[in-house]
T-cell receptor, first 112, second 118 residues
Framework: SAVISQKPSRDICQRGTSLTIQCQVD?????MFWYRQQPGQSLTLIAT?????????ESGFVIDKFPISRPNLTFSTLTVSNMSPEDSSIYLC?????????FGPGTRLTVL | AQTVTQSQPEMSVQEAETVTLSCTYD???????LFWYKQPPSRQMILVIR??????QNATENRFSVNFQKAAKSFSLKISDSQLGDAAMYFC???????????????FGKGTHLIIQP
């Protein structure tokens, strides 16, 4: 399995502000992904974080709202920009080793 | 696009008994991977078991086993000798076979909330 850490673990933010979530993975990981889990819902893929280039976003997610960086193999950030209460969710980072994805502990975001 | 359906929002089982969680999926691909993840209240997603579509043999991990029916596009999870620690949300997930040097993200079902009765 992979060791994946995220910070912060939770945060409460005011609408209109931005929050950057950090994800650190161990060196076995090849691909990194970001997911959103809205309250009581399943996980939805936001984007694939590509090392040294722009992330690949899924339908319904845009770079201006969710800018993602991956400056090296083991680190990525997700920023939730210009937040509204609808952005209140758990945001999870994952990393893949061969065919299997392993998840970080998630960041619980509440927007007031 | 692939879809994953879990038709049981909630299941309840007595401790030490066996329970089966259902999952069906829709895809036009022939090669793919299927997974079951467990999410306890701590919200950490934990891999339970994985299955490669090209393998006919059903995957097993200790008390957890799957019934993979490729033609029926069905992938159920059986938990034997249920324990209190098995209580969690269980998500079925699909991933395409990587053919381009990268890897696709996962498509998840809506989840099944498993309750273990002591």
């Amino acid at each position: 399995s992979a060791v994946i850490s995220q910070k912060p673990s939770r945060d409460i933010c005011q609408r209109g502000t931005s929050l950057t979530i950090q994800c650190q993975v161990d060196s076995q990981v090849t691909m990194m992904f970001w997911y959103r889990q809205q309250p009581g819902q399943s996980l939805t893929l936001i984007a694939t974080a590509n090392q040294g280039s722009e992330a690949t976003y899924e339908s319904g997610f845009v770079i201006d709202k969710f800018p993602i960086s991956r400056p090296n193999l083991t680190f990525s950030t997700l920023t939730v920009s210009n937040m509204s209460p609808e952005d209140s969710s758990i945001y999870l980072c994952s990393g893949s080793i061969t065919d299997t994805q392993y998840f970080g502990p998630g960041t619980r975001l509440t927007v007031l | 696009a692939q879809t994953v359906t879990q038709s049981q929002p909630e299941m309840s089982v007595q401790e030490a008994e066996t329970v089966t969680l259902s999952c069906t999926y829709d895809t036009s691909e022939s090669d793919y991977y299927l997974f079951w993840y467990k999410q306890p209240p701590s919200r950490q997603m934990i891999l339970v078991i994985r299955q490669e579509a090209y393998k006919q043999q059903n995957a097993t991990e200790n008390r957890f086993s799957v019934n993979f029916q490729k033609a029926a596009k069905s992938f159920s999870l059986k938990i034997s000798d249920s324990q209190l620690g098995d209580a969690a949300m269980y998500f079925c997930a699909y991933r395409s076979e990587d053919s381009g040097g990268g890897a696709d993200g996962l498509t998840f079902g809506k989840g099944t909330h498993l309750i273990i009765q002591p």
